[in-house]
């Protein structure tokens, strides 16, 4: 077996362990939490008899270990439990908030990514010339400026000057899929405007870091133009740091986006847990933890992954 | 001067000093060097770390390394100044009228590429050939330069071949687009001497068929005399002296030539060894941990008190583990260390102090060896303190007769290792080390970084310590002038196994074991014809068998 898919197979064993202790810490971290659900949802004056009553139908007098099988085995089963508050299925629930959360990164994700790489290897061409300091003072300045702000001044010259995009990015199944991305327009500027300092940067500084090797001299030396070496040459020698940056960037597009999600009103994944973590609702808490864990988890083992096949010593063995 | 391919006219190239303390200085580096190349020609340039010798060949491509530019004179290519016409025009000449040969093939491939795509781009980039013919071409220099495979040598990943391979891979690599100069830059000199004598061999017939013009730059001298026409010998970025390679070798004018020729004529007699071994190393054998096989097999040596014994190989035979498992750092799985009559504790952990200061090491980089922020009073004052306690005015004394002892005199005491030359730098670690006032000094390689005159030196201080103080090395090299120059016994490895060990004399005497021969014979001498002889009388052999 080449060395790649045994590193592999173990980073993604290690990837799945990590995810079954999170699990754990998840459900602990409920656990521990002040409050009483019963509590929350019959009310200040609820007699003694009906939270004891509610309690043990929800199956909170269950011992924890119990209650953690149980809602293992049921996220085994695609099962992710019912909310406390509304009785609703939370698997459907938080499949169409998930599925607008993934639209909103996907599009952003779209965007930002190539043309972060492709202003770090601008950057790296005009190295210390007035287009790499352009492009550090302009990025800096955006990802320096809170994400809520930038929301709120683009929305305000876009949407409510210009009337180029609506303001509230609602969006429904009934859309079509210009209507859906007329909506987003907005928030996905505001996200590439946040993320795509950190993922510019890291690509510049991966690249200028390879830059002194002698093979880049090697390169130099054949005549190629400036592009071309750093595109040819350098560019997949640092492929590795920069998909690191770029997953971490994507899960924060998933994860952290409440923020936006609020200030446009976007019916996201955020806002879901934000409305439940303020009802008590532990089930939706725990199921949206778990699904943002694994996302982070699956992003960074991706990343991982494509750092082992973009290192030829581990693809081709001698 | 028609027919010149190459004429340099006047060449001056300054650089950016940054002295410590100082501000940044712009300084000249190669003041005002002219000469003509022609068609066909190899002229080999050769000089000292420091002479200009690179960076004079990489001026023919146009290109100055980190902060280096070129700051007047002419460089004629084909009739053409390279030097007026802007970068646009340079990017045209490089990698198709000129290419260039590291020193590091190993460093200089991209090592996320396979070969025949960095072999064929230069050529294929400059349109000279098309995919299919760049790569016919690549298939068959492969085949000239004596690598495994040609068909399908291309297809590996630079990591996956040896570095013997590489070199001969970025030869390739330059002689693919066809050009008419190549600038070779110590090819050979990152190599193992009995690999370096094939890829000289692959590089000049390689010269030779293709008709192509050569810049051979080296700072070895018995190298350049078997490939070269003609020799420019540099130092200090001036032209010393400059003729025939027959002329240079046998008849050199100038002073400084006359001393690189004669350089390694240190005469040493043998010592007799005595009753009793200041170290004893017997049947040692030792694995770095995780690995399936033994690093050192078996390994018996001995060293005499106020001797050397020279331990000799390529690279990879073990000889750098034999001293890490002498000075503890690696314990071995079997045997045993005796040292000055007691039996030695496997382990780093396990030695007394005593222990520690009566053996002490030198190592090949004096520059990773200190502390750069560290004066030289404090590097060496150190051990002094560590092992005798000695403060104050008792320790700089001490520290100054150390100093005159390697022959550095006042003034350096405050000194960094930043403000010291090599030679300089691997003379405080001399006095580091013997400092601990030790009974035998391991010497790993102290002089490969160092220039031949410079090492030179080093071997003469070592020598007269020797005398004086009385201290044995332990010396590891791969350099046999070395050995020759400073040992008392001698044991050859290859492959973590010692396969021969004596007397100086009687090592380095016939009748030779087939690896002892191979590795004597490689060894180049300084006389014209010589690489020749050996190929001719390998092959010979080879066909006998």
């Known amino acids: 077996m080449s060395p790649a898919i045994k590193l592999i197979a173990q980073r993604i064993a290690l990837g799945l362990l990590l995810l079954f202790l999170v699990s754990i810490l998840i459900f602990v971290g409920t656990l521990i939490l002040p409050g009483d659900v019963a509590q929350s949802i019959l009310g200040q004056s609820a007699t003694p008899e009906a939270l004891a009553n509610l309690r043990r139908d929800l199956g909170l007098n269950d011992p924890a270990f119990t209650r953690y099988i149980n809602w293992l085995t049921g996220i085994f089963h695609g099962d992710l439990g019912t909310a406390l508050t509304s009785g609703q299925d939370i698997a459907t629930a938080i499949g169409s908030r998930m599925s607008n959360t993934l639209f909103l990164a996907f599009w952003a994700a779209v965007i930002s990514v190539p043309l972060a790489i492709l202003l770090g290897l601008t950057a790296v061409r005009y190295k210390d010339r007035w287009p790499d300091k352009l492009i550090s003072a302009v990025t800096l300045a955006s990802i320096s400026v809170p994400e809520f702000m930038i929301g709120y001044i683009i929305m305000y010259f876009i949407g409510v000057k210009l009337r180029w995009f609506p303001s509230v990015a609602m969006i429904n199944d009934s859309m079509s899929l210009g209507e859906k991305l007329s909506a987003v327009a907005m928030p996905v500027m505001v996200l590439t405007l946040v993320v795509l300092a950190h993922m510019m940067r890291m690509t510049r500084a991966a690249i200028l870091n390879v830059m002194q090797s002698p093979y880049i001299e090697t390169a130099e030396l054949k005549g190629l133009n400036s592009f071309m070496v750093i595109f040819r040459h350098a560019f997949p020698n640092s492929v590795a740091p920069i998909v690191n940056v770029v997953m971490l960037n994507m899960a924060y597009l998933v994860v952290g986006v409440v923020v936006i999600e609020v200030v446009f009103t976007y019916p996201g994944m955020g806002q879901y847990l934000v409305d439940h973590v303020s009802k008590r609702d532990v089930p939706v808490v725990q199921a949206c933890g778990l699904i943002f864990a694994a996302v982070y988890i699956v992003l960074n083992m991706v990343a991982d992954i494509v750092s082992i096949l973009s290192n030829p010593r581990l693809r081709h063995p001698k | ?545």
């Not at chain 2, 045209?92 to 590429?113: C, H, I, M």
């Open chain 2, 1 to 545: 001067m028609t027919d010149a391919l190459l004429d340099v006219r006047n060449l001056k190239i300054g650089a950016t000093a940054y002295p410590p303390g100082e501000p940044p200085q712009e300084i000249e580096i190669v003041h005002g060097v002219s000469f003509t190349l022609e068609k066909g020609r190899v002229l080999g340039l050769i000089g000292e770390s420091g002479a200009g010798k690179s960076t004079i060949g990489l001026a023919a491509l146009g290109y100055g390394r980190g902060g280096v530019k070129i700051t007047g004179g002419e460089v004629w290519i084909n009739g053409r100044d390279i030097l007026k016409g802007g970068i646009r025009r340079l990017r045209d000449l490089r990698g198709a009228e000129v290419t260039y040969v590291a020193q590091s093939a190993a460093a200089a491939f991209n090592p996320a590429k396979k070969l025949m795509e960095q072999v064929t781009e230069a050529a294929i980039h400059h349109k000279k050939f098309s995919k299919a013919e760049a790569e016919a071409r690549a298939v068959a220099l492969f085949g000239k330069l004596g690598l495994p495979d040609p068909e399908t040598f291309g297809q590996r990943y630079p990591h996956q071949v040896s570095g013997g391979q590489l070199q001969r891979a970025m030869t390739a690599l330059a002689l693919c687009p066809e050009p008419d100069l190549v600038i070779f830059d110590e090819p050979t000199t990152a190599l193992d001497v009995t690999t370096q004598i094939d890829v000289l061999a692959a590089i000049k017939e390689a010269i030779h068929d293709t008709g192509v013009a050569a810049l051979y730059i080296t700072h070895d001298l018995a190298v350049v005399a078997q490939v070269a026409d003609d020799i420019m010998v540099l130092r200090h970025g001036n032209k010393v002296e400059y003729g025939t390679t027959d002329q240079i070798i046998n008849a050199p004018q100038e002073q400084y030539t006359r001393e690189l020729v004669s350089v390694r004529s240190i005469q040493h007699e043998e010592k007799l060894p005595s009753p009793d071994p200041v170290l004893k190393v017997d049947r040692v054998t030792a694995r770095y941990a995780g690995t399936g096989f033994d690093v050192l097999k078996d390994i018996s040596v001995a060293l005499h008190p106020g001797q050397t014994l020279a331990v000799v190989g390529e690279s990879g035979s073990g000889k750098s583990t034999l001293a890490r498992a002498i000075t503890g750092l690696l314990p071995p799985t079997d045997g045993s260390i005796t040292f000055d009559g007691r039996t030695l504790s496997p382990t780093l952990a396990g030695r007394s102090r005593e222990d520690l200061r009566e053996l002490q090491m030198i190592y090949q980089m004096a520059d990773v060896a200190m502390n750069p922020r560290q004066t030289v009073g404090t590097i060496i004052g150190r051990p002094l303190e560590f092992y005798f306690g000695l403060k104050g005015r008792e320790k700089r004394a001490r520290i100054q007769e150390l100093l005159d002892q390697i022959e550095l005199g006042e003034g350096f005491i405050d000194r960094y290792p930043a403000e010291l030359s090599g030679g300089q730098k691997q003379r405080v670690c001399i006095a580091r080390a013997l400092a601990a006032k030790p009974k035998m000094i391991i010497c790993d390689e102290v002089t490969s970084a160092l220039d031949p005159l410079v090492a030179d030196g080093i071997l003469k201080l070592l020598l007269a310590l020797q005398k004086r103080e009385g201290v044995a090395y332990l010396f590891i090299t791969h350099d046999l002038a070395t050995v020759r120059a400073i040992a008392d016994s001698i044991a050859v490895m290859y492959r973590g196994k010692v396969v021969r060990y004596g007397s100086k004399t009687e090592v380095l005497s016939p009748p030779f074991d087939d690896y002892t021969d191979l590795l004597l014979s490689s060894v180049p001498e300084m006389k014209l014809g010589w690489l020749e002889e050996v190929i001719a009388h390998r092959k010979m052999e080879s066909a006998g068998n």
